[in-house]
């Protein structure tokens, strides 16, 4: 059982650049999240599923999109890459969306350096 | 806004008790996690707490006090391994974890 997995586990990218990072859970969750940790700073939501065909913007959704096709993918987009966008990326997965003992599972994380 | 407070660096001994403290104000309440994460890798969950009181699991304890907005983790009889940063995060009333920059836990033999 691989639980989430997330690819590339690192990239240099040039400002400007668009880039897909890819996240897939094989748990049959419904709800996935995407999160980007800075030195320093907590977990910030960037974007949120709550199942399978809808999507929710979190903290800093600026600079990214995402979209959920079906219930194990969720890859998030950066059009245009700008260095501050320089971070550890992690997706996240969890059985519903709601409240009550809701772990999270989090994938391994992509770490990007756009320069 | 919604904060989180914690201590950024605690160092302790093995063997030893350690506590660590987490203070939240967040635009409602639904349930507070506990995650650990080891240097270069994912977040895992450690507890969840909703009710006031103490959750004990092993040598790791979690409190909740929802009046006084506080929580804290009571890891017991330390060992190398415990050496790590530990998230706190909050359910708001949206049921957006709120997360807190964590507490990088350094411990000495």
């Known amino acids: 059982i691989a639980g989430i997995t997330q690819a590339p586990t690192s990239q240099i990218l040039a400002a400007g650049r668009r880039m897909t990072l890819r996240c897939t859970q094989d748990m049959r969750h419904n709800a996935m999240y995407w999160y980007r940790q800075d030195l320093g700073l907590g977990l910030r939501l960037i974007h949120y599923?709550?199942?399978?065909?809808?999507?929710g913007k979190g903290e800093v959704p600026d600079g990214y999109s995402v979209s959920r096709a079906n219930t194990d993918d969720f890859p998030l987009t950066l059009a245009s890459a700008v260095p501050s966008q320089t971070s550890v990326y992690f997706c996240?997965?969890?059985?519903?969306?709601?409240?009550?003992?809701?772990?999270?599972?989090f994938g391994p994380g992509t770490r990007l350096t756009v320069l | 806004g919604q904060n989180i407070d914690q201590p950024t660096e605690m160092t302790a001994t093995e063997g030893a008790i350690v506590q660590i403290n987490c203070t939240y104000q967040?635009?409602?309440?639904?349930?507070l996690f506990w995650y650990q994460q080891h240097a270069g890798e994912a977040p895992t969950f450690l507890s969840y707490?909703?009710l006031d009181g103490l959750e004990e699991k092993g040598r790791f304890s979690s409190f909740l006090s929802r009046s006084k907005g506080y929580s804290y983790l009571l890891l017991k009889e330390l060992q190398m391994k415990d050496s790590a940063s530990y998230l706190c995060a909050v359910f708001d009333s949206n049921y957006q974890l709120i997360w807190g920059a964590g507490t990088k836990l350094i411990i000495k033999p």
């Open positions: 967040t635009s409602g309440f639904n349930g």
């Open positions: 599923s709550n199942t399978a065909g809808t999507t």
């Open positions: 707490n909703v």
């Open positions: 996240a997965s969890s059985d519903s969306a709601g409240g009550g003992n809701n772990e999270q599972f």
